[in-house]
């Protein structure tokens, strides 16, 4: 016990100093099998079945396909598109902003991106057409996680892998997944729209008239990203092609266009840009390896079993649990990134939500909207610090700016907490 208790306190002092992720979690890994005395065959057995994965694939490929996106021009024609279509509206740049940026976190799968990428575009176009100065910045900086929950968001896809790896009676899959995201995004849009109508009731707010012309102009600039959606979500949901299959479509497309088509990514380019995602989906997959072997001797050690039997001694409602859940994630949110937590916090979780009769893919939208509401969690959310960064102001401007809209938001994980109806709605 006490050549255990100093080896804790050892992987501690790592973490603490910086030590990567991988290792600590693959110490974990080692440690345990050799405390079991089984044999460290096991892990690289575990690896080995992660390779056959055939949703594993689909992860570089869209990491890839958001990189090149994010290296073109895609913001500016999205951005240009949602205003024509939404320009007539009342607070038109508020619904453009959400929009846009929801379905451009959703492609690209990296929030800090969006806030970058669009925020140069809306931030000044939002201040110019009479919002404050303080509003503008905490929707640019709220609305930069919105697209998590949409697809092909790779949380989404990183989560499904993670169940379908855990040895459990009920299963989920992809397209569930996809599904389930609809409506708790559409619900936080709302929300934040709702509330932009209230607060600026008052201001005098620029619009503008529909313009037919606007609209076709903005249609034959993007009219080569326009089927994107389509190709994607249109093959999976009709079953055409795996999701696999799909992310290989979607990156050999958008090759196409953005390289040869538009031209706005030099053939030159694609070796950076490939090196850029594949480093970061790399690394991504090297703690999923590892946060596998680990789960591997946490279930032979029935570590989850015995955490549900202690949850269940404290705490019998599901109620309470969710609740508990929901305070645990976003500090999860808030100290982790969101590809760490999944794959490091989930194998534990899921079996003990299923316990307590929590679908898993009501699960997986808690999980994943928690951590999106994370990213704006005071003091050390990553988004309020990307904001400061690129907006170039104080984080505590940043905090008082997203404060209100963050506990908006709150409201609504509370309520796709406890109304599984709003994730589970097209599945059931």
Not at 265 to 278: D, F, R, T, Y
Request: proline share 5%; aromatic share 12%; hydrophobic share 55%.
């Amino acid at each position: 016990m006490l050549t255990l208790f100093i080896v804790i306190v050892l992987l501690l002092l790592l973490a603490w100093f910086g030590a990567p992720l991988f290792t600590l979690i693959l110490s974990i890994a080692i440690i345990g099998f050799t405390y079991q005395e089984i044999d460290l065959t096991v892990i690289p057995i575990e690896l080995y079945r992660l390779t056959n994965t055939p949703l594993l694939l689909a992860l570089p490929l869209f990491t890839f396909t958001g990189y090149l996106m994010g290296a073109s021009n895609t913001s500016q024609r999205l951005v240009k598109l949602s205003s024509a279509l939404l320009g007539w509206l009342p607070s038109e740049l508020v619904l453009v902003t959400l929009f846009a940026s929801a379905l451009f976190t959703a492609f690209t799968g990296a929030t800090g991106v969006t806030i970058v990428a669009l925020g140069a575009l809306l931030y000044p176009a939002l201040k110019q057409s009479g919002y404050s100065e303080k509003f503008s910045l905490g929707l640019i900086t709220t609305s930069g996680s919105l697209g998590l929950l949409l697809p092909p968001s790779l949380p989404l896809i990183l989560y499904v892998v993670i169940v379908q790896q855990l040895d459990l009676d009920q299963t989920i899959s992809i397209k569930q997944m996809f599904l389930a995201g609809i409506l708790p995004t559409l619900l936080m849009i709302s929300t934040l729209f709702l509330w932009s109508l209230w607060q600026t009731r008052h201001q005098a707010i620029q619009t503008k008239q529909f313009s037919t012309n606007e609209l076709l102009l903005a249609l034959r600039e993007s009219m080569w990203e326009l089927p994107l959606p389509f190709i994607v979500l249109g093959g999976i949901f009709s079953g055409f092609f795996a999701v696999s299959e799909a992310a290989a479509i979607t990156a050999l497309y958008i090759i196409l266009v953005e390289v040869f088509i538009y031209k706005e990514v030099a053939l030159k380019q694609l070796p950076k840009i490939i090196e850029e995602s594949m480093t970061m989906i790399g690394s991504i997959l090297l703690i999923l390896a590892c946060a596998l072997a680990m789960t591997n001797y946490f279930i032979d050690a029935e570590i989850p079993f015995l955490l549900f039997e202690w949850i269940q001694s404290h705490v019998t409602s599901p109620i309470t649990f969710l609740l508990l859940l929901n305070i645990f994630l976003l500090l999860l949110g808030a100290l982790l990134d969101i590809f760490s937590a999944i794959v490091i916090i989930s194998p534990l979780i899921v079996p003990i939500a299923i316990n307590f009769g929590i679908h898993p893919v009501h699960l997986g939208i808690i999980f994943l909207a928690n951590m999106q509401l994370g990213y704006l969690t005071p003091p050390v959310g990553m988004n309020l610090f990307i904001a400061s960064y690129r907006f170039k102001k104080s984080i505590f401007d940043v905090y008082r700016s997203t404060f209100v809209m963050m506990l908006l938001l709150l409201g609504c994980v509370l309520l796709i907490t406890y109304i599984p109806a709003i994730s589970l709605f097209f599945i059931d």
